[in-house]
């Protein structure tokens, strides 16, 4: 075959390939801004900053997260790293559209083209984080005047899961506030054991735990019926009964595996069959909350990593004793061990990027380097 038309095949061939559905389908472009404060005049600084938070934004859009950077890391440092070795990758190329400042703030513009597969991947396997838990329960009502099942997504149960969940530091995601997720899904998912549904939530808000569930009521006596001998019953009498699993996700398959599962039930007597059902409802979640914290933090200790944490610049035994104080100090650190002067081994179960971030929010620390096992501070008094 003549030089010149093996040349035109290939570059025919190229065509057809760039040409191709599933080529294109592999990268997405969206337009995305980030900002940055102009620091010391320091521009071309804010310029990449900017231009950093930008990508991440991209990010965002070609995935559907609902997780911003800020809630990772507030030191850019750390998210410029993070972009570079973790999800930068994703972001195949990108142009710079626009830049702009006012009141000491540069915003950079661009269009930036993201692979989502990968950047999915980075961003669930590397920076979800162990202790985010999504929780949705949605509660079935009577069935309304059209026959149809009504659910109450919002409820004393979820409620006060959250709340204990919150109050034991968790990251807790309230997905029913965000319509992420159908009430109908869920019971679906519950009825046909499929975890499609909760996959895609998992994904979408970059948890690691999900507790789901569903719950439903009778009226097992109601109010004014004959309960024999003469006697009426002179409350409703309702019984709430749960179904719920926890699941996780397996960072290295990306598969669900069911951490726990149960039914739980509870009863509730009161005048209106809706008071009834909340009392019910109530005393479910009094006896189901301790079960899931518990899973909960047997799944945590699981995933306990052994983080070296070497601090430059301590000097005496006093300071060596106030460093070790504030790693104590920090959410879920279980465990803090002295190796030497300025060198610690810290458990801790999350990404070593967030003990990084929370050892410098503590103040006079900087971060020189971090990898997954191992972080490098400097101390300054």
Not at 72 to 86: I, P
Not at 93 to 122: G, H, M, W, Y
Request: charged content about 25%.
């Amino acid at each position: 075959m003549p030089r010149s038309t093996a040349v035109i095949c290939v570059f025919c061939a190229a065509l057809f390939i760039l040409s191709s559905p599933s080529a294109w389908a592999q990268l997405r472009c969206v337009d995305a801004e980030g900002e940055a404060a102009i620091m010391n005049n320091d521009r071309p600084s804010a310029r990449m900053e900017a231009v950093a938070r930008a990508k991440w934004h991209a990010i965002e859009q070609a995935l559907g997260v609902d997780v911003k950077a800020g809630s990772y890391v507030s030191d850019f440092a750390l998210v410029e790293d993070v972009m570079k070795t973790q999800v930068g990758g994703s972001v195949k190329k990108f142009r710079i559209l626009s830049q702009t400042e006012k009141d000491s703030v540069l915003t950079a513009r661009i269009n930036a083209c993201v692979e989502p597969k990968k950047a999915q991947e980075a961003i669930a396997s590397e920076l979800a984080l162990n202790s985010g838990i999504a929780v949705f329960i949605p509660a079935r009502k009577p069935q309304g005047t059209t026959g149809e099942d009504v659910f109450e997504e919002t409820n004393i149960l979820s409620e006060n899961l959250i709340g204990r969940l919150t109050e034991q530091h968790y990251r807790v995601v309230d997905v029913a506030p965000t319509h992420a997720l159908a009430a109908a899904e869920i019971e679906k998912a519950m009825r046909s054991g499929s975890t499609l549904a909760v996959r895609s939530m998992l994904y979408k808000f970059l948890s690691n735990i999900a507790v789901i569930g569903r719950t439903d009521y009778t009226v097992s006596t109601k109010k004014g019926e004959d309960i024999g001998y003469g006697l009426y019953m002179p409350f409703n009498n309702v019984t709430v009964r749960l179904t719920y699993r926890m699941v996780v996700r397996n960072k290295k398959t990306g598969n669900m595996e069911i951490l726990s599962a149960g039914t739980e039930q509870g009863k509730g007597i009161r005048n209106s069959v809706e008071d009834a059902a909340a009392v019910a409802l109530k005393d479910v979640a009094d006896k189901v909350i301790p079960k899931i914290l518990d899973k909960a933090a047997q799944y945590l200790q699981g995933n306990v990593k052994r983080i070296r944490v070497k601090i430059a610049g301590v000097k005496d035994i006093e300071t060596n004793i106030d460093i070790k104080g504030i790693l104590q100090n920090i959410v879920w650190v279980s465990e803090v061990e002295e190796l030497k002067m300025g060198e610690f081994i810290v458990a801790y179960p999350e990404n070593s990027v967030y003990l990084a971030n929370s050892i410098k929010q503590k103040g006079n620390f900087t971060v020189d380097n971090f990898t997954p096992y191992s972080l490098t501070l400097s101390y300054r008094p």
